[in-house]
């Protein structure tokens, strides 16, 4: 059951790197549709990289660590 757990928080991760990249695709209108501040997509493209994706990785394990 935990490497299923692991399994599924890794494909959750891939997504939020993949949609991050995506991101920078965006037009200025589309943003306001999503109601996405300039400022916050900057913040979220930052961490679109491999640091960004490791540290969505690790923040389930350590939030784990804390629930036992």
Known sequence: MLI???FVHVQYCVTRYQ???GLATLTSQQMM???MTKER???EMSQASLKG???DL???VKKRGRML
Do not use: H
Request: proline letters at 0%.
């Open 33 to 35: 549709d999503i109601g």
């Open 53 to 55: 994706f490791l540290n």
């Open 19 to 21: 949609t991050r990249k």
């Open 4 to 6: 299923v757990s692991l």
């Open 41 to 43: 997509q900057k913040m």
């Open 58 to 60: 690790m923040a389930k």
